[in-house]
């Protein structure tokens, strides 16, 4: 089975968030079941950074007359994996002026989108298409499998080929739509009559989010609770109808994580490596962090983090609102994580409040997250919505307890500890329900309870760190789903 797997982002080339761990994972998840993913990739610099021995498969004009490159090349593998596992063969859209400038790969330097992102992504839409139709003479997809918003015009640009080749798009948060002024969807090559309210118009505006829901075959988003949830007009970001009317073709498929990357007996950024059987190791690890962050260096204090993207989602005004009880109570509180400046500049205040206790990192990096997995004792995910979310997971698999609200993958991840859990040796960290602060602060005092039960707290851990997370089952059910999309003979979606 040959798989198109388009996507704005990939680790290790280029992250800003679980997206790119999903992109950078699935293909070789896919890989022993028999299925050749090969990744498409905008042409961003650390995307050609990161393609070994390009050769070119042609040129092409976009409906709108930009001049494009296709490169076809190997993608470097994550540090860690092995060298006998067999690379990936991927395609990178090569254009300077649509991709090569400063800012984020959807954002300028001063946090505003780039005025053309329409173009940018609907040309990597557009380049999916015409692989599917044999741009490429030596390999031609039997399916496209588009990730979130910047692939959503992969199976509307497929349909107005009459492409017979089906298209699986999957939904990895619905509160980023690429959503563009109707002017923006003249000349990108698709029919006038389609941007309508059944078609890709949303509410006036051009939105990628749903022409992705409307032309595809099938959909999928990343947990089987948000697969519900953005049916109901909580969750649905105003989608939750065409959700409801498509929810036959709609499955929730639970992210995994990447063990090659991921797994504290081998992971080269930890100061001492350790597993489930001799977590007394991880104790090097959290002198080390706390050192490292100018926090007080003591075993005894429980040491509480958040490695996140600094947004409106991650609830996160209920850790600085709670910040002060749990550094009352004894706790640490480290903090990395950056977006909004708002948010930013609340923690560095707390930090400059509680020197020793609060210590807060903005900005993004790698290492440093994996050393906080490594060594601080809680990870707190308070999300106001999670589609899947990671970070808890790589909390369990770290034995850095998460405690996270019931929504969305942290609720089909994490087991909360009451008795019965504890007893039948199920509990994996501590979930609370209500985006309130009392909530909130209660969770924060369960945990601290917990702690003091060592024995309890050895358990949650060891459950955690044995459940299997690998990708293996996940990449088993996208391998059912493209199966099936590939055995039915007529087109489920708009088309
Ligand atoms: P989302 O995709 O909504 O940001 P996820 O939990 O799915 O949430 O994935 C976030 C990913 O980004 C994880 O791999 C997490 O470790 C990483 N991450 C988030 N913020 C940072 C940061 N400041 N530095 C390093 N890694 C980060
Ligand atoms: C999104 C979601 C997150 C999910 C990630 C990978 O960014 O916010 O919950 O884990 O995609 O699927």
């Known amino acids: 089975m040959q798989i198109l797997q388009v996507s704005a982002e990939y680790f290790p080339l280029l992250k800003t968030g679980g997206l790119a761990d999903v992109a950078g994972a699935l293909p070789q998840a896919l890989q022993p079941l028999g299925c050749e993913v090969r990744p498409l990739l905008p042409g961003f ?49 090569e254009s300077a002026e649509l991709y090569l400038r400063p800012g984020g790969p959807y954002e300028t330097p001063d946090k505003q989108p780039h005025a053309d992102n329409q173009r940018r992504f609907a040309a990597l839409c557009w380049v999916a298409a015409r692989l599917a139709e044999g741009f490429d003479p030596s390999w031609r997809p039997d399916l496209v499998h588009g990730h979130d918003w910047h692939a959503g015009l992969v199976p509307a640009y497929l349909a107005a080929a009459g492409s017979r080749v089906p298209c699986l798009f999957t939904v990895h948060n619905l509160a980023y739509q690429g959503l563009f002024p109707r002017a923006d969807y003249e000349g990108l090559g698709l029919p006038a009559h389609w941007f309508r309210p059944e078609g890709l118009e949303f509410y006036g505006q051009l939105s990628f989010m749903k022409a992705g829901l409307y032309y595809a075959d099938r959909l999928s988003t990343v947990s089987p609770s948000y697969a519900r949830e953005i049916q109901s007009p909580e969750f649905g970001c105003g989608l939750d109808g065409l959700l409801r009317h498509r929810q036959t073709v709609l499955s929730g498929i ?62 996160l005004p209920l850790v600085l609102a709670g910040c002060e009880a749990l550094v009352r109570q004894g706790a640490q509180l480290l903090v990395l994580g950056g977006g909004d400046q708002a948010l930013e500049a609340a923690f560095a205040a707390k930090a400059a409040q509680h020197p020793g206790r609060v ?116 990449a088993a059910r996208y391998q059912a789903l493209y199966r099936v999309m590939l055995n039915s003979t007529t087109l489920a979606g708009g088309r």
């Open 254 to 315: 639970l992210n995994g994580i990447d063990e090659r990357v991921w797994n504290p007996l081998h992971d080269p950024h930890l100061p001492v490596n350790y597993g489930s059987d001799s977590l007394e190791l991880r104790a090097g690890n959290k002198a080390a962090l706390q050192a490292e962050l100018g926090l007080e260096v003591r075993p005894e204090l429980p040491l509480f983090t958040v490695v996140s993207r600094l947004t409106e989602q991650k609830g």
């Open 359 to 474: 210590a807060v990192r903005l900005g993004y990096d790698e290492a440093l997250s994996h050393r906080i997995f490594g060594g601080g004792d809680v990870t707190l995910v308070p999300s106001r919505f999670e589609p899947c979310g990671l970070t808890q997971l790589y909390g369990l698999a770290y034995g850095c307890l998460p405690l996270v609200r019931r929504v969305g993958g942290l609720a089909d991840t994490v087991t909360d500890a009451d008795l019965v859990t504890l007893d039948e040796g199920q509990a994996s960290g501590v979930v609370f329900d209500r985006m309130e602060q009392g909530d909130f602060d209660h969770a924060v005092r369960r945990m601290l309870a917990l702690y003091r039960r060592p024995a309890d707290w050895r358990q949650l851990q060891q459950t955690g760190m044995r459940q299997p997370l690998h990708w293996g089952d996940a």
């Open 45 to 93: 610099a650390a995307m050609l950074d990161g393609l070994a021995e390009p050769v070119e498969v042609g040129r092409c004009l976009t409906p709108w007359s930009q001049p494009l490159r296709l490169l076809r090349g190997w993608l470097r593998e994550p540090a860690g994996a092995s060298s006998a596992s067999a690379g990936i063969q991927a395609y990178v859209v």
